[in-house]
């Protein structure tokens, strides 16, 4: 009988993915920024939504990400008024190994009433299943 402890893959969270709705519709993508910074050309924005409320390009600051147990969540606003505005929270399962992996995931876009006074939910959710291409991108000290 052998008494060798086997080890369990580290889980890694995504950092490259680009997914799209089963329809189309909707696609999302994230590609790290990489190489030097250039002064004088806009750095580029690495998360990019299409979408019913248009093709949308945000940075890293405008990326919020919350790890959980079951994978991070990463959240940016998708359109902002005075009185109304509707935020994409993307939900990213933790992938093991290496190499480019298939997921399925699900996109919860919530959406907050345009009425300064609201009677009720302050928001309502719509809920968009996506399937594409993640993976972890290891980057070395140079």
């Known amino acids: 009988m052998s008494t060798a402890?086997?080890?369990a893959a580290p889980q890694l969270s995504v950092n490259k993915f680009q997914l799209a709705?089963?329809?189309g519709n909707t696609k999302v993508s994230y590609s790290p920024p990489q190489g030097p910074?250039?002064?004088?050309?806009?750095?580029?924005?690495?998360?990019?939504?299409?979408?019913?409320?248009?093709?949308?390009?945000?940075?890293?600051?405008?990326?919020?990400?919350?790890?959980?147990?079951?994978?991070?969540?990463?959240?940016?606003?998708?359109?902002?008024?005075?009185?109304?505005?509707?935020t994409l929270a993307l939900f990213l399962p933790p992938v093991i190994g290496n190499g480019s992996h298939t997921i399925?995931?699900?996109?919860?876009?919530?959406?907050?009433?345009g009425s300064p006074v609201i009677v009720g939910a302050?928001?309502?959710?719509?809920?968009?299943?996506?399937?594409g291409d993640a993976e972890f991108v290891r980057f070395f000290a140079q």
Not at 46 to 60: A, I, K, N, T
Request: net charge negative; no cysteine; charged share 20%.
């Open 21 to 23: 709705s089963h329809s």
């Open 104 to 113: 399925g995931t699900y996109a919860v876009k919530a959406r907050r009433s």
């Open 37 to 86: 910074i250039v002064v004088g050309l806009p750095p580029k924005t690495p998360f990019v939504y299409s979408g019913p409320e248009g093709e949308l390009s945000f940075s890293e600051a405008q990326i919020t990400r919350d790890d959980t147990p079951m994978g991070s969540i990463w959240s940016v606003v998708l359109t902002q008024s005075e009185a109304s505005s509707t």
């Open 122 to 131: 302050v928001f309502t959710y719509e809920v968009e299943h996506l399937k």
């Open 5 to 7: 402890a086997t080890t």
